[in-house]
């Protein structure tokens, strides 16, 4: 019978490589005490300190752990074991959907389960003189690739708020449902229940909800793959000076939630959106519509980051009226 292995010590100079396998032992058995030493000289300090203390001594030593690169990539690693569990699962399978379009670069998936999300690292560089430009014209390339229905096959989060994809029988074609149930309705009985919706927000939601034909219609369309949650900080500028997006909160719907992201927190480039309506001209009304998607994104600012969001939802609402 073999004897449990209690506690462990990883010994390697490069941090990532000792924190990976760390993590992969720690999946096999959570229970594993682990000692990590960036220096193999520290190492042998402890040991020789408490050579006779069986209690502090590891049942098994990884020295000089060789974590090798896989076709020329390196990796860089999320890990936190206070996410809710399948927070990274979703996020891999978001970045999945976005590379098949092949249009715009996304980092590869090498490995993922419920504690670490293991990504190509993206060599970071600057922009070029064309960025924003490639940037709009390969974003309406991706929201040319098309879903059957509304929503996505799993739910998902919008940073760390769960995000609800998965549609009723109506909503799949309806887009107005959709919208109006998975995204506001669901943020707004959050609001309710994080004590965030007063008398006002509530009174302006009804108003909302009243007017909600008028505002979006009953347009039909061919849902297209959004990224869900564009802004600034969700995309990075790897070393050949092109876009690769990030942080995806992925599901297929309309357009111009996407575009309407990319306005708030500090916004784009006017470029990004002349070079976008070249290769997928924008829908007559498109800016009427814009703040019934900011509204979305700002909903749920409001649910994770509290009262200083309250008047900007408050005044997106008011719009409409």
């Given at each position: 019978?073999?004897?449990?292995?209690?506690?462990?010590?990883?010994?390697?100079?490069?941090?990532?490589?000792?924190?990976?396998?760390?993590?992969?032992?720690?999946?096999?058995?959570?229970?594993?005490?682990?000692?990590?030493?960036?220096?193999?000289?520290?190492?042998?300090?402890?040991?020789?300190?408490?050579q006779n203390v069986t209690s502090k001594l590891p049942d098994l030593i990884f020295l000089d752990i060789y974590m090798p690169l896989l076709d020329g990539f390196a990796f860089i690693e999320k890990f936190n074991l206070l996410s809710d569990k399948d927070i990274f699962l979703k996020e891999a399978n978001g970045l999945i959907e976005l590379k098949k379009p092949g249009v715009i670069r996304i980092p590869d998936v090498i490995s993922v389960d419920n504690n670490y999300l293991l990504l190509e690292m993206i060599e970071p560089g600057n922009k070029g003189k064309t960025f924003w430009e490639d940037f709009g014209r390969n974003f309406a390339k991706l929201h040319k690739y098309f879903g059957q229905s509304h929503g996505f096959f799993e739910d998902n989060y919008i940073g760390s708020t769960p995000q609800l994809n998965i549609p009723n029988e109506k909503e799949k074609y309806d887009w107005l449902?959709?919208?109006?149930?998975?995204?506001?309705?669901?943020?707004?009985?959050?609001?309710?229940?994080?004590?965030y919706a007063d008398s006002l927000l509530k009174s302006a939601f009804i108003k909302l909800e009243k007017n909600i034909f008028k505002i979006l219609g009953n347009e039909l369309f061919t849902p297209s793959l959004l990224h869900g949650d564009l802004w600034s900080g969700n995309f990075i500028i790897d070393i050949n000076g092109n876009v690769c997006l990030i942080d995806p909160a992925v599901y297929y719907g309309n357009r111009e939630a996407d575009l309407a992201m990319t306005k708030l927190f500090g916004g784009f480039d006017p470029v990004f959106y002349k070079a976008y309506n070249e290769v997928f001209p924008f829908d007559d009304g498109y800016l009427f519509r814009e703040n019934i998607y900011k509204l979305y994104h700002i909903l749920n600012h409001l649910n994770l980051f509290g009262s200083g969001y309250f008047g900007q939802a408050l005044n997106l609402m008011e719009y409409y009226f």
């Open positions: 019978m073999k004897a449990k292995v209690k506690k462990v010590m990883i010994v390697d100079d490069n941090e990532f490589d000792c924190y990976f396998t760390s993590k992969i032992i720690t999946n096999f058995d959570e229970t594993v005490d682990i000692m990590e030493f960036n220096s193999s000289i520290t190492a042998i300090q402890y040991l020789e300190e408490f449902e959709f919208y109006f149930n998975k995204r506001l309705l669901f943020q707004f009985k959050l609001a309710e229940k994080n004590g």
